[in-house]
């Protein structure tokens, strides 16, 4: 079983303004309500490709009831701790030439509440999957990814970390089983100037970051592809198949959907790339987390543009 945790979930408010005149009123032509949280993303996309998951977390006061009830229509199992105060955040996005976000705090998280998701997450065991990313709450402790690897090594549970700078840093001391940065992050990890752009560049810092702990290193660099080194030290490239970007939210979250579901079933890091590509750039080509009918024609798409490379 794949379970995935979302630390500070929230509800993106997503607003297509007719204008942006600070100090005006501006109007708006269309809104869109979305669960965010990347963990919550995966577990949708993860429902499309009929691979068996959960969603962990901490919600709150009537925007965290938003979020379980949205799920549940999805066909999402979870299990949330509730907390007693407060309210899950709300992100506001306004979507024009440009898009302009501006992120709630969300509420704060007491130690008793964190011990209960800890007691929760104590019941997963040998061969089950965690994933740990997304951003952490001001409330929790920096290194609450590795407190919950270390709780559970030794378990035979694999873990799967995708986040930023020192979270992701800190966690490679558990070995993770994959890790998931795109091309500026793992550039910014080795202090490169310029960052990296093409999956070509990256292959290096995937390198070292093995090195450092992580088994499987994935890296998005969005339009241009992907590159992975798996745990054979082996390198792969994937190309992007073209579309017409409509949303970049959840992207990279459903790249490592794509790249589990496919590697349980066929343990083949090629095929496990290509999939996982597809799905990152379905979901970009769609309004939300991708449908399984635009990710099995991304796919289709996607392996015509490598049989083309591959006749030159």
Do not use: W
């Not at 030794?154 to 001391?173: H, Q």
């Not at 994935?218 to 792969?236: F, I």
């Amino acid at each position: 079983m794949i379970y995935t945790v979302t630390l500070n979930p929230a509800i993106d408010y997503v607003m297509h303004p007719l204008s942006l005149d600070m100090g005006y009123t501006n109007r708006s032509s269309s809104e869109e309500l979305h669960v965010g949280g990347n963990g919550l993303n995966i577990c949708q996309l993860l429902n499309e490709l009929d691979t068996p998951n959960v969603a962990l977390g901490i919600v709150a006061g009537f925007t965290g009831d938003y979020i379980i009830k949205r799920l549940q229509e999805k066909g999402v199992s979870s299990n949330f701790v509730r907390l007693d105060h407060g309210n899950t955040r709300i992100n506001v996005k306004l979507k024009g030439i440009v898009m302009t976000m501006v992120n709630g705090m969300g509420p704060r998280i007491p130690q008793s509440k964190v011990d209960e998701l800890l007691d929760r997450i104590d019941y997963l065991g040998s061969g089950d999957t965690i994933v740990l990313t997304g951003s952490i709450p001001k409330s929790l402790p920096r290194d609450i990814y590795s407190i919950i690897m270390e709780r559970l090594s030794g378990r035979g549970i694999r873990f799967v970390v995708d986040a930023p700078g020192e979270l992701l840093v800190n966690a490679l001391k558990s070995k993770p089983f994959l890790i998931k940065p795109n091309n500026h992050e793992i550039g910014r990890i080795f202090n490169m100037k310029p960052l990296p752009e093409m999956p070509e560049d990256v292959l290096p810092l995937a390198h070292k970051t093995r090195e450092m702990g992580a088994q499987n290193v994935l890296v998005s660099c969005g339009a241009r592809g992907a590159a992975l080194v798996d745990q054979n030290d082996q390198e792969h490239i994937v190309p992007s198949a073209k579309i017409k970007l409509i949303n970049a939210t959840g992207a990279g979250d459903s790249m490592v959907a794509g790249f589990l579901a496919t590697y349980d079933k066929t343990h083949d890091f090629d095929r496990s790339l290509v999939v996982a590509s597809a799905c990152g750039t379905a979901t970009a080509a769609s309004r939300g987390i991708a449908k399984r009918a635009t990710i099995e024609k991304t796919v289709a798409n996607l392996e015509q543009i490598i049989a083309k490379q591959n006749n030159k």
